[in-house]
């Protein structure tokens, strides 16, 4: 018998009322011999670790709606006179997820704070998407670690994508152990129970679903700020393009019931906010997984004649990018004429490899009946560089096909292999030097394009919504236009959260900078 049959054996053979005694001295042993479904059995409600290949799966059973979420009674008040702060990284659906367990806190009486020496609980809201995303939360658990060590009763949470990662759970038991909870993307709404769990136990409490829970309607929400909203019309991706993690951390589509986010919306636009944006891994998929004919198409039109100024949303695949949508989103009025469209790749060898199953003309085919449609449309995009055998001449494919597009942004990256998908199986074989180089010259052509079209605005004058401070100078007022452009500009405090015409002065690659004026023709 080896090491860890024999300690399994000692588990099995163990009196449940010697557990707890013993659970202390053994933890250690255990964490590092026995197998992750013993360790689950020997912690039972205190363990329940990520498993990629669970997380695979498509199950058919119907997602369930739940309207019935509550605090339980016992937890209503334990926040009281304490903070929490909670850095969030990623995407804006981990934005929106820091919302509602910001949500959450706030109704067990937890304030929020920024600095993080009076924080009582601080979590860390992760992203998974690349390695060097992953980098940036491992050194900020170590900086961690001495405030822990200032404040034993600190709880320290890592919450979000990274949490839905086997690897990632268990380098935090073995290498962070002053760590005291882990939750995953899939029971945000269990946070009051597992926060019981970890300030009154004494384990480090690991509770990640491996398959996507149900949708929860009445989460609270504390959003942050009082101008723009986000609103998830879904949650999920069936997609698995394989170099991305997405569908694994995120679990299967799920689409809310239309009534649900229509609801949200009008709530929304009675509060004054002034612009929401849809959310979604893949918004065109919405409605695919309800029983009945319903798409975003016709869900966008629903929200058009809602009495909002703006509305947004992201992401759209082009897969699923159908002609009803398109005619909607033709009738403008508060649907913007910006439109994100991740390409990834002009090559439709490197498209089928990375299965996002369209081709470089079927792509060039939807920008059309786009640009047809909506004349004036933005569209920006998403790439990827060094995929496993990107050779020049694809990658070459990929700046012509920028430049055919007329993109006027672009978030570019380098490749990253993700453990667990199949792309991570292949060899990363363009050297890193190749790839650095790739994304320079894709930056270059981007940043030329970007600033062309912004060059366009001088002297126009352009409907803004007005944000805020600009983040530079809080003398400066800072804030987007219908198609999506950053302008800074002078103006009364006062005007925070109204739409006012701005008449560009200079054009900078990414911002423009303008006057206030009184009304005037705008485009
Ligand atoms: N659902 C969105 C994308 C979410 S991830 C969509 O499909 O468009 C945001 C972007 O990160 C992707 O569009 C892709 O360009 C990039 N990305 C995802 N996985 C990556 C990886 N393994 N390496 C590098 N970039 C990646
Ligand atoms: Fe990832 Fe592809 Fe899904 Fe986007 S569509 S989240 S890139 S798998
Ligand atoms: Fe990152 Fe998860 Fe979003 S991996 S990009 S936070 S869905």
């Known amino acids: 018998m080896n090491e860890k049959q024999r300690l399994e054996q000692q588990i099995i053979n163990k009196n449940p009322s010697d557990i707890k005694s013993e659970k202390d001295q053994d933890l250690e042993r255990i964490k590092s011999t026995s197998s992750d479904e013993m360790i689950a059995k020997y912690f039972q409600t205190t363990y329940q670790a990520p498993n990629m290949k669970d997380a695979k ?3 058919k059973q119907d997602t369930q709606v739940h309207y019935d979420f509550e605090i339980p009674e016992d937890m209503k008040n334990i926040g009281e006179g304490k903070k929490f702060l909670i850095r969030t990284y990623g995407c804006q659906m981990n934005e929106h997820d820091t919302e509602v367990m910001a949500g959450i806190l706030a109704d067990m009486g937890y304030e929020t704070t920024y600095d993080q020496q009076e924080a009582d609980i601080i979590l860390l809201n992760t992203c998974a998407i690349r390695e060097n995303a992953e980098n940036k939360v491992f050194g900020e658990i170590g900086h961690l670690k001495s405030l822990k060590r200032e404040n034993p009763d600190l709880i320290l949470g890592v919450c979000g994508c990274m949490s839905q990662e086997e690897s990632v759970v268990n380098r935090i038991l073995q290498k962070h152990q002053f760590i005291d909870l882990i939750f ?19 384990e480090m409490v690991v509770d990640v679903w491996s398959k996507e829970g149900d949708i929860i309607e009445n989460l609270p929400r504390q959003r942050k700020g009082n101008i723009k909203a986000w609103v998830n019309i879904m949650y999920g991706c069936d997609k698995f393009c394989t170099y991305c993690i997405v569908p694994f951390t995120r679990g299967k589509e799920r689409s809310r019931l239309p009534e649900d986010i229509i609801q949200e919306v009008r709530h929304l636009a009675a509060q004054g906010y002034k612009e929401i944006t849809l959310l979604g891994q893949n918004v065109n998929a919405y409605g695919k997984d309800l029983d009945m004919e319903y798409g975003l198409g016709d869900l966008m039109d629903e929200i058009h004649k809602i009495d909002i100024p703006r509305v947004r949303f992201t992401t759209s695949h082009p897969r699923d990018f159908d002609d009803r949508l398109i005619e909607v989103l033709a009738k403008g009025g508060n649907l913007l004429d910006h439109i994100h469209l991740p390409v990834q790749s002009g090559s439709s060898e490197v498209l089928k490899i990375m299965n996002r199953r369209y081709t470089r003309e079927r792509y060039l085919d939807l920008v059309r009946k786009i640009r047809e449609a909506m004349p004036n449309a933005t569209l920006t995009t998403d790439i990827i560089v060094g995929f496993p055998n990107e050779t020049e001449e694809q990658f070459q494919e990929t700046l012509t096909l920028v430049e055919e597009v007329g993109f006027e942004g672009a978030y570019t990256f380098i490749y990253s ?6 792309a991570a199986k292949m060899q990363d074989n363009v050297p890193q030097e190749v790839k650095k180089e790739r994304l320079q010259r894709l930056n270059a052509v981007v940043n030329h394009q970007a600033a062309q079209a912004m060059s366009k605005y001088e002297g126009e004058v352009v409907e803004v919504l007005v944000e805020g401070e600009s983040k530079n ?14 302008v800074n500009f002078r103006a009364p405090k006062s005007m925070i959260g109204q739409i006012v015409p701005v008449k560009i002065t200079k054009a900078k690659t990414w911002s423009l900078d303008g006057e206030m004026v009184e009304t005037a023709e705008v485009r």
């Not at 995953?184 to 004494?202: M, V």
């Not at 292999?417 to 199949?422: K, N, V």
């Not at 400066?476 to 452009?485: F, I, Q």
């Open 57 to 59: 799966k498509r199950g």
């Open 184 to 202: 995953g993307t899939h029971n945000i709404h269990r946070l009051p129970q597992l926060l019981k769990e970890a300030l009154f136990g004494k």
């Open 417 to 422: 292999p993700r453990e667990g998908t199949p």
């Open 473 to 486: 100078n809080p003398d400066v007022l800072a804030g987007h236009t219908y198609r999506n452009k950053l």
